[in-house]
T-cell receptor, first 114, second 111 residues
Framework: AQSVAQPEDQVNVAEGNPLTVKCTYS??????LFWYVQYPNRGLQFLLK??????LVKGSYGFEAEFNKSQTSFHLKKPSALVSDSALYFC????????????FGGGTRVLVKP | DAGITQSPRHKVTETGTPVTLRCHQT?????MYWYRQDPGHGLRLIHY???????DKGEVSDGYSVSRSKTEDFLLTLESATSSQTSVYFC??????????FGQGTRLTVV
């Protein structure tokens, strides 16, 4: 069965510093990988996805993520964090062969301090 | 939110009563999902659909049923609500090869 792990419940970072949110996954075949962000009392908003091709994926709001097949990781990064990046971030995986299930990690709360 | 509407947005119900949540989408997405979000658990998949009348169970399906009689609507029913089903419920939808789009959520309280 496919699964996703986000090992950090919360990440604290100072504004202007680099931000990294970790994600590892487990699938039996090839993965589709996604990052979403959730602001208070809102639904999830799509940030970026990896389907195939270049391992470095660029997304919305200056975020990027690197797919590492050998480490089964898909960490989210932003070179310079903003206070407005404070939110809940979710990693998700969908196995290509399985097709339909979309599985989410437990979420990581990011707090960017001025 | 990308043409996905959940109703109601808030509901308080009594233990033992049936409850139906509705998800409506306007983009002709093939796949639709119901999740619940609870502190410490992230989003957990309840049921999903891969076409009209085609549904399957997720990881926390006990006590829930779904129906999809037309492409645009995916209904989630709590057959006999319990306090453990107090949660925020999210619907999502996607097309082949695309990311999923989410509704705004329904906050359900079972008293």
């Amino acid at each position: 069965a496919q699964s996703v792990a986000q090992p950090e419940d919360q990440v604290n970072v100072a504004e202007g510093n680099p931000l990294t949110v970790k994600c590892t996954y487990s699938v039996s075949g090839n993965p589709y990988l996604f990052w979403y962000v959730q602001y208070p009392n809102r639904g999830l908003q799509f940030l970026l996805k990896y389907i195939t091709g270049d391992n470095l994926v660029k997304g919305s709001y200056g975020f990027e993520a690197e797919f590492n097949k050998s480490q089964t990781s898909f960490h989210l990064k932003k070179p310079s964090a903003l206070v407005s990046d404070s939110a809940l971030y979710f990693c998700a995986v969908r196995e290509v062969a399985a097709g339909n299930k979309l599985t989410f990690g437990g979420g990581t709360r990011v707090l960017v301090k001025p | 939110d990308a043409g996905i509407t959940q109703s109601p947005r808030h509901k308080v119900t009594e233990t033992g009563t049936p409850v139906t949540l509705r998800c409506h989408q306007t983009e002709n997405h093939r796949y639709m999902y119901w999740y619940r979000q609870d502190p410490g658990h992230g989003l957990r998949l309840i049921h999903y659909s891969y076409g009209v009348k085609d549904t399957d169970k997720g990881e926390v399906s006990d006590g829930y049923s779904v129906s999809r009689s037309k492409t645009e609507d995916f209904l989630l029913t709590l057959e006999s609500a319990t306090s453990s089903q107090t949660s925020v419920y999210f619907c999502a939808a996607r097309s082949d090869g695309s990311e999923a789009f989410f509704g705004q959520g329904t906050r359900l309280t079972v008293v």
